[in-house]
């Protein structure tokens, strides 16, 4: 009963707080700031917008073949076909409940190519290991290049008693959890570590992996492309064309955030966008528009691969 409740409040919760952003900005705008918006959708040079959808779709091609570098140096086969369905359909779980989508793909591969759960999972939670850090690297290089504006839009927005604070207690956490877990007799924890073993395995492939340069450069290709189709994505509307590669990065990382700790960014994307593009002189109707049209067509990408995914999946390994 509690897990039910757990599952729906993860659905309910992001997507009423989506709901609330987006009611809470369009009862700010006037009658013509809305048809403004409706106007920049209208004029919107799709060419792009496509264009973007399509750099997405490769990202996704990659992320997909790098993935057998990992179960190889485990001694897993899973094809190429079975591994871009399997991401996809993850991308499309996790617009429900957060996170999901990495329990499926381990699912997925388990069933199909009878790759041990915990071990497919600890790829997985390698490869989000290493989106974090490319993700940190964003964050620091928006910092070095729009420090004034990355100041502005979050720094004086919060304490910085308050940053100290959770500083202190995130190390404090961090500490206590390493030495309860190396030290520590409790059946509790001797169960834990036996049930992550083979997550450790996982996880440490793409340390020993033989092909870790072709991994590595393959994650180049995989956030390069982020950055692509976020700019191709600019230049759908002409006030958002002219953006510098500072602010284009700087609004990436704000929008990624948004996607990272919510379902897909539903709300929080066009809100955030458009609040981090008003430091570069772009109206908030605007940034508004540029949000929703990058956020929708992608989150179209993940809806119509996923159910392809799901559909072809069976199909194609009906043997």
Do not use: C
């Not at 709901?19 to 106007?39: H, L, P, V, W």
């Not at 834990?192 to 450069?217: N, T």
């Not at 996923?306 to 194609?316: A, E, K, W």
Request: glycine share 6%; proline share 3%.
């Amino acid at each position: 009963m509690k897990n039910h409740l757990s599952k729906w409040l993860s659905i309910v919760i992001p997507i009423a707080l989506g709901i609330g952003i987006i009611a809470y900005q369009y009862n700010k705008f006037t009658e013509a700031q809305i048809s403004e918006i409706e106007g920049y959708f209208k004029n919107a040079n799709y060419y792009y917008v496509i264009l973007a959808v399509f750099i997405g779709f490769v990202g996704n091609a990659i992320r997909a073949y790098r993935w057998k570098y990992m179960l190889d140096h485990l001694g897993y086969e899973s094809s190429f076909a079975n591994n871009f369905m399997a991401v996809n359909i993850g991308y499309l779980l996790n617009l429900t409940v957060p996170k999901s989508g990495e329990i499926s793909r381990a699912v997925i591969v388990k069933k199909y190519n009878n790759i041990p759960f915990d071990k497919g999972f600890g790829t997985i939670v390698a490869e989000r290991i290493i989106d974090m850090f490319f993700l940190l690297f964003f964050m620091l290089l928006a910092v070095v290049l729009q420090f004034n504006i990355v100041k502005a839009f979050i720094l004086d927005k919060m304490p910085l008693h308050l940053i100290a604070i959770l500083l202190i207690a995130g190390t404090i956490g961090f500490i206590a959890f390493i030495l309860i877990y190396r030290y520590s007799k409790l059946k509790i924890v001797t169960l834990f570590k036996e049930k992550i073993s083979g997550l450790k395995e996982g996880l440490l492939s793409v340390v020993h992996m033989k092909e870790k340069w072709k991994y590595f450069f393959q994650t180049l290709l995989i956030w390069g492309s982020y950055i692509l189709t976020y700019f191709v994505a600019t230049k759908a509307i002409p006030e958002t064309s002219v953006l510098t590669i500072g602010a284009i990065i700087t609004s990436f990382v704000v929008g990624s955030i948004a996607i990272a700790f919510t379902n897909s960014g539903f709300g929080a994307y066009p809100f955030l966008t458009s609040k981090v593009l008003l430091f570069y002189a772009i109206a908030e109707p605007i940034g508004t528009a540029f949000g929703w049209i990058i956020w929708t067509s992608q989150m179209l990408l993940v809806l119509i691969l996923g159910l392809l995914s799901f559909l072809f999946l069976p199909i194609l390994n009906r043997k």
